[in-house]
């Protein structure tokens, strides 16, 4: 019978000396642990970690990054990697009032328009919830603090949009100690001065907890080559797309008659919450090409199977109509006419395109694109089809089941089709401090 058993109270370099001793050795980790104690772990990961260049034992120990402070832009940075695992500040469920705001630019024209951002979204929070409860009256037998709740969260959804990106957020990074050196090592070359300030920081409390597995040598010609091609490996810019693309826009390279000739079963028996199996990737992928809010794709970034690169957020394509149309009468023309004029201001103001992106609004839609195989495609549109989920984002989702079901009419999608509505259970969707 196996020997189970389990080692959580090491730390990351510990725990990866133990597993990659396994590799050169029959012994018990019982008996390993034992020698780890004793003659530590420090100089083995120096050796054969760093300087060995055994990548794969980094790989076995694992730690946990807090950056706090910085922007909305920043964050979706971090996270642009199939990798990540880690928790974001919500902007449907907090208030970002009082959030302080990153400017890159610096500049007073700069600093007026991030100003008219949040004078709004201050002036608007308390008339859009007395509107909201108007329009969603507390029903019998609901509960009260439940209700206000969903009602809060209602409005956070609708005011989000008009929140800069700018503002300040904070993030959980739970990672191996590869992964943390190779993306910080990208993140060196951003276009972005705040994201690579952001890498060097991660890279200094690493190397103060971590000093033996955070020796890496550069190379001169690997440097020069990320930095040349950072700015296009960090942004999806409109050059990317052509001119007379569709603004929905969807094509495959999987073959219906071969997958129905082969998986016919198992497309078309798999039950509600159970994934396809990963072996499906194999028979291609779906590329959907379509306009979305910022908001919405920060949303969309968080599935990291598949290819969600990173939009440019800028004004060409406009400001999400969702946003507008769920205020009240009064708000509503205020934030018409209070979109036109930043738009305007941002658009003369003598800077970068990267740094206009901290003034730009979470309601800016931006022109985005998926890269999903058959088992990740359904995983997102039916997670992310689902009534909590923000409505412009479901729409997306909508279509991209409709063209699926177009594609591969034997295939089975457990899909919320259902128009989104005002769901109080939204108030149940919170963590509450211990006492």
């Known amino acids: ?204 409390e690493l190397r103060k907890s971590y000093p033996s597995s955070f020796g890496h040598k550069d190379y001169p010609d690997t440097e020069s080559y990320l930095a040349k091609t950072a700015f296009k490996t960090n942004y999806l810019d409109s050059s990317f797309f052509a001119a007379d693309e569709a603004d929905l826009s969807f094509s495959t390279s999987v073959d219906n008659a071969q997958l129905e000739a082969q998986e016919l079963d198992v497309i078309k028996s798999r039950p509600a919450r159970t994934n396809l199996p990963r072996y499906l990737d194999g028979y291609g992928q779906y590329t959907c090409t379509f306009d979305l809010d910022y908001g919405s794709y920060r949303d969309l970034q968080r599935h990291r199977n598949g290819i969600c690169r990173i939009p440019l957020l800028n004004g060409e394509r406009g400001f999400h109509d969702w946003y507008l149309n769920e205020l009240p009468d009064g708000l509503r023309a205020q934030a018409s006419a209070l979109v036109e004029a930043q738009y305007s201001a941002i658009d003369t103001l003598d800077a970068s395109a990267h740094d206009k992106q901290y003034l730009y609004p979470l309601g800016a839609k931006v022109r985005c694109q998926t890269v999903y195989t058959l088992p990740q495609m359904i995983y997102v549109i039916e997670l992310r089809s689902q009534n909590t989920v923000h409505s412009t984002l479901r729409d997306i989702m909508h279509w991209m089941h409709h063209e699926m079901v177009k594609q591969h009419p034997h295939l089975t999608l457990h899909t919320d089709l259902e128009t989104s509505k005002f769901d109080v259970k939204r108030g149940t969707q919170t963590i509450t401090k211990c006492v």
């Open 1 to 204: 019978m196996a020997d189970i058993f389990i080692v959580d109270d090491q730390g990351p370099e510990a725990t990866a000396m133990l597993q990659a001793l396994y590799s050169r050795s029959a012994e018990s980790a019982r008996t390993h642990l034992e020698m780890v104690k004793k003659r530590g772990s420090a100089k083995f990961m120096e050796s054969y970690y760093v300087g060995y260049g055994h990548a794969s034992i980094g790989d076995c120990g694992a730690t946990t990054l807090f950056v706090e402070g910085l922007s909305i832009i920043a964050c979706k940075a971090v996270q642009d990697n199939p990798l990540y695992s880690g928790q974001e500040s919500s902007t449907r469920y907090i208030d970002f009032s009082k959030q302080a705001i990153i400017d890159p630019i610096a500049t007073g024209e700069s600093k007026a328009i991030l100003d008219q951002w949040m004078d709004f979204y201050l002036a608007a929070l308390a008339p859009l919830e007395a509107y909201l409860k108007e329009q969603f009256p507390l029903g019998e037998g609901e509960n009260e603090r439940v209700w206000d709740n969903a009602i809060k969260a209602r409005g956070f959804d609708i005011l989000r949009g008009f929140l800069p990106a700018g503002i300040t957020s904070q993030l959980a990074w739970s990672t191996n100690l590869r992964q943390a050196a190779d993306k910080l090592h990208l993140m060196r070359h951003h276009p972005l001065a705040e994201v690579r300030e952001i890498a060097e920081g991660c890279l200094d």
